[in-house]
């Protein structure tokens, strides 16, 4: 299984990465070799994967580190890197490889503090591999001082580090820091595409693999949980329901109290599998008695834990409700393709019936400003609006 297999529908972002894989193979071989290096490359230092969530960014940058680093004996018979089976391509991909740097964060931010951690480690000459590689998945995330730290970097790398960033658009990152990367766009896998990844990797019957892939429209990771996780499919059930449920006041703020009250279970699911262990770690660590008792002079370190633990928790609650705000905007484009009598398949067959009901008793314009509605909600929580009140006054604007 060669590492590309896990892109799916982007035959072209994979062409790319193969033919920069290949010419930084005959450079490090070249190098090692004390021969000439080819002067013409589609190998570079940095490297910008943007892309629609769920398109497979992250799996892109992940695969590319590993086809860097193959070390299979086939490629001196001509074969392409990215083997997928050698030890260098399987410690990438399971995140265990000396060189390869793999950052996700679970807060709202990268901060300065971290950046500078990263660059100094792209500094290092790679320990083992062929390349030292930094693959930063959230590098939307950075903060505008990390991202200034990183800039340095990335202007001016190390012979042999390769910085992979992955963002959903060229505009969350810094202008500068982009204009110095080499960008691959890619784009929203088919429906046919997702649903087969779902049976041909995960086993799933071809019929629930293709409801999650046509009700996540093509999304990867959630099409892949949909199928798999019966929590999931129940949560989303209720947020199909809430159109159903805001004809009166009453009813807009029960909905939004429930919607919001879901959210933050999921955050404190997220905790209690986290958390205990995360804290009981660092107790260990800074020498805490058996009582429990911490050394002098360790509070800070605590309370440092405690802050990034309640900074996961808000960031776990406004992902759990920014899923449902994509599974309520997906009912309302369901609404307006049948009010339009459009041809395009509908996402959300399993409650064909409300979208009808709905679609009838209203017109195309209401759907839209519904549609803007649940936008503007979504643009209030990247704002740091209060969760219930930016819910409240969404689920205000969609009653009928």
């Known amino acids: 299984m060669a590492v590309w297999d896990d892109l799916v529908g982007q035959s072209k972002v994979e062409e790319q990465l193969s033919a920069a894989a290949r010419d930084a193979d005959t450079f490090v071989t070249a190098h090692a070799a004390g021969q000439p290096v080819p002067e013409a490359s589609k190998m570079t230092h940095a490297w910008l994967f943007t892309g629609p969530p769920g398109s497979g960014r992250a799996t892109a940058a992940r695969a590319f580190a590993a086809a860097l680093q193959c070390v299979s004996p086939d490629r001196a018979l001509g074969g ?20 390869v740097e793999i ?8 901060g300065v503090k971290e950046t500078r951690a990263l660059v100094r480690r792209a500094q290092l000459s790679p320990a083992g591999g062929r390349w030292q590689v930094i693959v930063l998945e959230d590098a939307d995330r950075l903060t ?30 810094l202008p500068t820091i982009r204009s110095r990367c080499r960008h691959l766009t890619l784009r929203t896998p088919s429906v046919e595409a997702v649903a087969d990844m779902l049976v041909r990797r995960d086993g799933i019957e071809p019929e629930a693999a293709h409801a999650a892939a046509r009700a996540t429209q093509g999304h990867i990771d959630r099409a892949r949980r949909l199928a798999t996780d019966e929590r999931a499919r129940a949560r989303r059930s209720v947020v199909l329901k809430l159109p159903l449920r805001v004809g009166d006041v009453g009813g807009c703020l029960k ?20 958390d205990v262990k995360e804290t009981e770690e660092l107790k260990a660590a800074l020498g805490a008695t058996q009582g429990g008792r911490m050394p002098r002079g360790t509070a800070g370190a605590m309370k440092e834990l405690e802050d990034r633990q309640k900074r996961r928790r808000t960031r776990t609650q406004r992902d759990s409700l920014d899923l449902a705000l994509t599974d309520l905007t997906g009912f309302y484009r369901d609404v307006l393709a049948l009010q339009l009598r459009s041809t395009t398949a509908l996402a959300n067959t399993d409650v064909r019936d409300a979208i009808e009901r709905i679609a009838a008793d209203t017109t195309p314009e ?20 209060a969760p219930l009140l930016a819910v409240e006054a969404m689920t205000m604007s969609l009653r009928g």
Do not use: M
């Open 80 to 99: 392409a890197p990215g083997c997928g089976f050698c030890d260098g391509c399987h410690t990438t991909l399971v995140g265990t490889h000396a060189d």
């Open 103 to 110: 950052v996700r964060t679970d807060l709202l931010s990268i």
């Open 144 to 173: 505008e001082g990390a991202g200034n730290v990183l800039l340095k970097a990335v202007e001016e790398p190390a012979p042999r580090t390769v910085w992979l960033l992955c963002a959903p658009s060229l505009e969350d990152v």
């Open 255 to 274: 909905a939004a109290q429930e919607l919001v009250d879901a959210a933050g279970e999921d955050a404190k699911q997220v905790a209690e599998e986290v």
């Open 366 to 385: 209401r759907t839209l400003r519904r549609i803007e509605a649940v936008l503007a909600c979504r643009e209030a929580l990247d704002r740091n609006v």
